[in-house]
């Protein structure tokens, strides 16, 4: 773990600590009504991503302690470390792109608004449809519209809807044949209930995490500075 200058809580190392901190730097003292919402996305990328790494922790923890089959109260813990790890995962993501708006706020008051019917409809899609309708020729809406197309993200996504709503589906002990001694849960195409479970979409977590933060980092420094000094 490692807090820089600007974090406010210790982060896990593969956190991209430094393209974060650049991006909160250069809006932090922007006085306009998106630095409110900024802040409360920014902010929340690192908190769950911190939240992401403890819970992924926690079910590797469960798993190798007590298995695939474990007493209630055991099961218990592994269903709670599932639910958080992936339904934090996701809000890393959305929070980043949350964030973004409020960034493409400050560049485009006129088109960007603040109501809670319009907050309300801010998903990682109309955040990149709305770059690419005012800054179509910039890098990072390419970026931004292939993490969205990546089927990893798809797999959190579903997963985190799943889990919104019932318990890891029936898990399923395989004897004799190719899966011998596996477990499965009963879920599209055979997720295996194992640590990878979470330690595989963890790492690529940390993989999108840095992708989207860059890109971020790199729009601003493109856009967002120039402009604003500019006019000052």
């Known amino acids: 773990m490692k807090a820089g200058p600007t974090m406010e809580i210790d982060v ?6 430094e393209s974060y901190q650049a991006v909160r730097a250069e809006v932090k003292s922007m006085s306009t009504p998106f630095h409110t919402h900024f802040a409360g996305g920014w902010n929340a990328v690192a908190y769950r991503y911190t939240a992401a790494d403890k819970f992924n922790s926690e079910f590797v923890k469960a798993y190798v302690v007590h298995g695939d089959m474990p007493p209630p109260n055991q099961r218990f813990d592994q269903e709670n470390a599932l639910f958080g790890f992936f ?11 949350f964030a973004l708006y409020a960034i493409l706020g400050f560049l485009k008051p006129e088109a960007l608004f603040l109501t809670e019917e319009a907050l309300r409809k801010v998903t990682p899609q109309v955040v990149v449809k709305t770059m690419k309708q005012h800054f179509a020729n910039d890098p990072s809406c390419t970026c931004l519209g292939e993490v969205l ?5 798809e797999h959190l996504r579903y997963m985190r809807n799943v889990l919104t709503h019932r318990v890891v589906p029936g898990r399923m002990a395989f004897v004799g044949g190719k899966k011998h001694q596996q477990t499965e849960i009963g879920l599209k195409g055979g997720v295996p209930f194992n640590e990878t479970l979470t330690s595989v979409p ?14 971020i980092e790199g729009f601003v420094s493109r856009h967002f500075v120039e402009d604003f000094r500019t006019a000052s």
């Open 202 to 215: 963890r790492e690529y977590l940390s993989r999108i995490t840095a992708d989207v933060v860059m890109s």
């Open 149 to 153: 197309a990546q089927p990893q993200l």
């Open 12 to 17: 896990p190392n593969d956190f991209p600590s």
């Open 87 to 97: 339904t934090v995962s996701c809000s890393v993501l959305d929070s980043a792109f």
